[in-house]
Every structure is written in C-alpha cells, then in structure tokens.
C-alpha cells in the first residue's frame, strides 16, 4: 500500500456496489491466513465495509495487482 495515500471514512465519491466490495475484502481476509505479507493492508481496508468509497476500491484492486505480481502465487478471484 503506498505510505502516502490516506484513506479516510468518509472519502470521495460513495461506491456503486457495497457487497461486491464486502465480499472481495472478505476473500482476501481469508487469504491472509497463508499470506501474512497482506495482513495489515487487508485490516486497513477492512475498516471501510459499512461505507466504501471508490478510493476504497482502488485500494483493494492494487492489494490484488500486488498478490498477482508476486512469482510463483497467482490468484484467481470470481466476482459476481
């Protein structure tokens, strides 16, 4: 997660699609029981499941974009 962005309660424009949100933290809440690297960014991002912004979401897209660089752990997420 980059150390300069803030994320803040009530930041910017509300999200479009709260559970897609919800659902996709969750997935990767559990992931973090093998990948103790995300664990941290994973409890950030946790903070906002009652009222996700979309800079929430761009948070959590770059946690993924994170996960799928990394060598020999891809990942493969359905979002319905």
């Given at each position: 997660?980059?150390?300069?962005?803030?994320?803040?309660?009530?930041?910017?424009?509300?999200?479009?699609?709260?559970?897609?949100?919800?659902?996709?933290?969750?997935?990767?809440n559990?992931?973090?029981?093998?990948?103790?690297?995300?664990?941290?960014?994973v409890s950030?991002?946790?903070?906002?499941?009652?009222?996700?912004?979309?800079?929430?979401?761009?948070?959590?897209?770059?946690?993924?974009?994170?996960?799928?660089?990394?060598?020999?752990?891809?990942?493969?997420?359905?979002?319905?």
């Amino acid at each position: 997660m980059d150390p300069n962005v803030k994320l803040l309660l009530s930041q910017g424009e509300p999200f479009s699609d709260p559970e897609k949100y919800r659902r996709l933290v969750g997935k990767l809440n559990y992931l973090t029981v093998t990948r103790p690297d995300i664990s941290f960014v994973v409890s950030v991002v946790s903070q906002f499941l009652n009222s996700p912004c979309v800079d929430h979401w761009n948070a959590v897209i770059h946690i993924l974009k994170y996960i799928n660089g990394s060598p020999g752990k891809r990942l493969v997420i359905w979002l319905q």
